[in-house]
């Protein structure tokens, strides 16, 4: 059975940096991303990565600050988050891509199979 766990979540001040894994089992997928979800808001897309190859794409309210990775004898992924803003805080949500990526970037919900349980990133003032 394919299971997603996130790990690496916690509280900090602005300005200050997290990393998040993303420990995946089974199989790889063709694509994995971040998405982050605040109380009252929509989950939004953060970050995804082609397993092959690598490729890349972030949400421009991101960009700069925050890097997805994978690593392939592990089978993790992770984001590495840098100059954490408070509207950064969400919980964070790792998700992975069954189908093919066709060589194209994918960024909403639908277009992921499996989802982990979240990890909370908090960010103070």
């Known amino acids: 059975q394919v299971q997603l766990v996130e790990s690496g979540g916690g509280l900090v001040q602005a300005g200050g940096s997290l990393r998040l894994s993303c420990a995946a089992s089974g199989r790889t997928f063709s694509s994995y991303a971040w998405f982050r979800q605040a109380p009252g808001k929509e989950r939004e897309f953060v970050a995804s990565i082609r397993w092959n190859g690598g490729s890349t794409y972030y949400a421009d309210s991101v960009k700069g600050r925050f890097t997805i990775s994978r690593d392939n004898a592990k089978n993790t992924v992770y984001l590495q988050l840098n100059n954490l803003k408070p509207q950064d805080t969400a919980l964070y949500y790792c998700?992975?891509?069954?189908?093919?990526?066709?060589?194209?970037?994918?960024?909403?919900?639908?277009?992921?199979?499996?989802w982990g349980q979240g990890t909370q990133v908090t960010v103070s003032s």
């Open positions: 998700a992975a891509r069954s189908k093919g990526s066709y060589g194209r970037t994918w960024t909403t919900s639908h277009d992921y199979d499996d």
